[in-house]
């Protein structure tokens, strides 16, 4: 039985005031919430503001995004023993917009934003590795976008990102990870994957990380689905038995609604 997490990605949403609020509102819903991990993703400007508002309770502290080296001359970048003093004890990795691929930006600024974000799956790879060594649990994101699912290619896509990512890590290191199925297509779109769809490709991500740990290991591993996730479509998701939580970005930005979220969740999976 693997317990679910639902994850609230503010994006580059609130200020510190802002952040504050919504992080005690939601401490003060779910914050001693056992049946469902709650971690919140705050810019990192307010990373230390979210942690003195979820001090003591069970919810976790996550970055958006790291970079590998430990310090150094990388303007503008954080490392992982910098977020590690934040009291973050998670970091998303390779989120699709980190990936410069976007589902609901138009394609030119698309192309701009790739050059400008970049991560590709050898800098996924070096950004987990790295997390772990400072004692961090990624949170690695991967998905299709919409074209390559029209061109009939969802699976190797995620299957080949789910590879790049584990390469070089052994069984040891992988099992701790979380990973999130995203389809690019339905992140911030309003359009959710169909939970049956999603179910199924979420299987053959626990089959390729089998493939790499053994089916023991893979089978603890969570899971998570991502894309345009809210209170009317959360349960139909969390229904489905490969599915073991949600990576949310809009409806996690309101508490009443990322609060439903968890306690959907959270009685789905008793
Ligand atoms: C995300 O930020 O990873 C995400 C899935 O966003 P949204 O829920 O807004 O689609």
Same mark, same amino acid.
């Given at each position: 039985?693997?317990?679910?997490?639902?994850?609230?990605?503010?994006?580059?949403?609130?200020?510190?005031?802002?952040?504050? @609020? =919504?992080? $005690?509102?939601?401490?003060?819903?779910?914050? *001693?919430?056992?049946?469902? %991990?709650?971690?919140?993703?705050?810019? +990192?400007?307010?990373?230390?503001?979210?942690?003195?508002?979820?001090?003591?309770?069970?919810?976790?502290?996550?970055?958006?995004?790291?970079?590998?080296?430990?310090?150094?001359?990388?303007?503008?970048?954080?490392?992982?023993?910098?977020?590690?003093?934040?009291?973050?004890?998670?970091?998303?990795?390779?989120?699709?917009?980190?990936?410069?691929?976007?589902?609901?930006?138009?394609?030119?600024?698309?192309?701009?934003?790739?050059?400008?974000?970049?991560?590709?799956?050898?800098?996924?790879?070096?950004?987990?590795?790295?997390?772990?060594?400072?004692?961090?649990?990624?949170?690695?994101?991967?998905? @299709? =976008?919409? $074209?390559?699912?029209?061109?009939?290619?969802? *699976?190797?896509?995620?299957? %080949?990102?789910?590879?790049?990512?584990? +390469?070089?890590?052994?069984?040891?290191?992988?099992?701790?990870?979380?990973?999130?199925?995203?389809?690019?297509?339905?992140?911030?779109?309003?359009?959710?994957?169909?939970?049956?769809?999603?179910?199924?490709?979420?299987?053959?991500?626990?089959?390729?990380?089998?493939?790499?740990?053994?089916?023991?290991?893979?089978?603890?591993?969570?899971?998570?689905?991502?894309?345009?996730?809210?209170?009317?479509?959360?349960?139909?998701?969390?229904?489905?038995?490969?599915?073991?939580?949600?990576?949310?970005?809009?409806?996690?930005?309101?508490?009443?609604?990322?609060?439903?979220?968890?306690?959907?969740?959270?009685?789905?999976?008793?």
């Amino acid at each position: 039985m693997r317990t679910p997490i639902m994850a609230g990605n503010w994006k580059m949403n609130c200020d510190n005031e802002q952040a504050r @609020e =919504l992080a $005690a509102a939601i401490a003060q819903n779910a914050g *001693d919430m056992q049946d469902c %991990g709650v971690i919140l993703c705050p810019p +990192a400007t307010a990373l230390t503001m979210v942690q003195a508002a979820i001090e003591g309770t069970n919810i976790g502290l996550a970055a958006q995004n790291m970079f590998w080296e430990e310090k150094g001359a990388y303007t503008g970048e954080l490392s992982g023993p910098m977020l590690r003093s934040c009291g973050c004890k998670y970091v998303i990795i390779g989120h699709s917009e980190r990936r410069g691929r976007f589902g609901s930006v138009a394609d030119d600024f698309t192309a701009e934003l790739q050059k400008i974000f970049g991560d590709s799956d050898a800098s996924v790879n070096r950004k987990i590795k790295a997390a772990l060594s400072y004692g961090l649990t990624p949170i690695v994101c991967g998905g @299709e =976008l919409l $074209a390559e699912r029209r061109a009939g290619q969802t *699976d190797s896509v995620v299957k %080949g990102q789910v590879q790049a990512a584990i +390469a070089g890590l052994s069984a040891e290191q992988i099992s701790p990870i979380i990973c999130a199925y995203e389809p690019v297509w339905a992140i911030g779109t309003g359009e959710v994957c169909d939970a049956g769809e999603a179910n199924r490709v979420i299987g053959l991500i626990r089959e390729t990380l089998a493939e790499a740990v053994g089916s023991a290991i893979a089978e603890q591993i969570r899971i998570l689905y991502g894309g345009s996730v809210k209170p009317d479509n959360v349960r139909g998701l969390m229904e489905a038995p490969e599915i073991d939580g949600g990576l949310v970005g809009g409806a996690s930005l309101k508490a009443d609604a990322f609060c439903e979220l968890i306690a959907v969740a959270a009685q789905v999976g008793e």
